[in-house]
């Protein structure tokens, strides 16, 4: 094929994704395969990448695997030299037995999936605060949970302690248990007694519950300006503090415009319900997928919200009139807060859900 011939064909990219390697695929306009190749998971190999794509004709779109993970570096570097990219849902499992599969084949399925915008989706940009809240946010829920794991293991060594320490230990509350722990004394040459070991061992417990604490209040501190800099709105919401906000905001990603609709928002956090209807029977089931951090974000919300908030009492007693359950009117009150957090995130200082609209809505 002449070099004007190829220059006015276009093409599409497709990429699968590994931690080390990317093999990248090329197809025209009509699907049909044009070549493959793989190159490392580098800044060099980024380049090399690109201009291995570049000769086969104009590059209209380019398909990838993981932009959240292996594929963010790449993602990243095409944005940068203004090539147009669209995130890649993994192949279905149907498909790939009926393939086979490889890094190759997987390319190329990446490839002909962009071209026919089939499972694709606007990958989230990573660079810019709302990545940076992110990673503060992977370090403080990492302290979280390791806080939430030292506490339940310093309440099973008490359940298994001698008697004359855990009569002593095991009617104090959260706070005063960490602090008497963390206190203690107990005599280390005496290590090889049952008693002196539970002993070193809490005290040990507690003081890395207490330096977790500090963790996470150390990066509260950083969090809290971070989301109040880059969603005002969204903090001034009734129920939103600076935890769940920032879920929202590391769910949604840096350009939220990327998300099409209040619907596929709500989808994303999996509070839109999935229609289970068959026959004469039209009903709707529990939607378990999605961002279940978000999920329980807005799960959070609700509950401040039947603590604090008039309307959204009024609304829970006028549901459970109707029959709903507590469960049920939850359901219904997350998928309408969703609307709200997803105004809000596309429609930067305003907030356009009324009270009228939450207590009249059905």
């Known amino acids: ?6 220059q006015a064909r276009e093409i599409t990219g497709g990429v699968d994704t590994h931690k080390d390697t990317h093999t990248a695929a090329a197809v025209d306009s009509a699907g049909r ?30 398909g990838v695997e993981g932009t959240g993970a292996y594929g963010a570096g790449l993602a990243r570097h095409l944005r940068e030299q203004d090539v147009s990219v669209v995130e890649i849902d993994r192949p279905d499992r149907k498909a790939r037995r009926w393939q086979g599969k490889s890094d190759p084949v997987d390319a ?26 992110r990673s503060l ?16 293991q310093m309440k099973t060594l008490i359940v298994t302690a001698p008697e ?48 977790l604490g500090e963790e996470v209040d150390e990066l509260d501190e950083l969090i809290a300006p971070l989301v109040t800099e880059i969603a005002p709105a969204l903090l001034a919401l009734n ?19 990327r998300l099409r609709s209040e619907a596929a928002f709500a989808m ?3 509070a839109a319900p999935l229609p289970a209807s068959s026959g004469r029977t039209h009903r709707h089931r529990l939607n378990r997928g999605g961002d279940r951090g978000a999920n329980s974000a807005l799960y959070r919300i609700v509950l401040c919200r039947l603590r604090r908030d008039e309307r959204t009492k009024q609304y829970m007693q006028r549901r459970t009139t109707e029959g709903l359950s507590k469960k049920e009117i939850i359901r219904c009150l997350k ?16 907030t356009l859900i009324t009270a009228e609209q939450l207590t009249t809505a059905a």
């Not at 999936?113 to 605060?129: E, H, V």
């Not at 002196?196 to 809490?202: E, F, G, K």
């Open 335 to 350: 998928r309408f807060i969703a609307r709200e957090i997803y105004q809000v995130l596309t429609t930067p200082g305003r």
């Open 239 to 257: 129920g939103v503090g600076a935890d769940v906000a920032g879920q929202l905001l590391v769910t949604a990603g840096e350009n939220p415009e």
């Open 33 to 62: 395969p044009l070549g493959a190749e793989q190159f490392e998971a580098t800044a060099a190999g980024y380049r090399e990448l690109l201009v291995w794509l570049r000769p086969f004709g104009t590059l209209v779109l380019v």
């Open 137 to 152: 946010r992977v370090a403080r829920r990492s302290a979280v949970r390791q806080r939430a794991d030292v506490s339940r």
């Open 108 to 133: 190329e399925a990446a490839a002909r999936a962009a071209l026919a915008r089939r499972r694709t989706g606007i990958p989230k940009r990573r660079d810019g605060r709302v990545e940076a809240l």
């Open 164 to 211: 004359e320490l855990r009569t002593v230990l095991r009617d104090l509350g959260d706070r005063q248990l960490i602090a008497t722990c963390a206190a203690s004394r107990p005599d280390a040459k005496r290590a090889g007694e049952p008693v002196v070991a539970a002993r070193l061992a809490l005290r040990t417990l507690a003081r890395r519950h207490q330096r």
């Open 268 to 270: 994303l956090c999996g």
């Open 1 to 6: 094929m002449s070099t004007i011939a190829q």
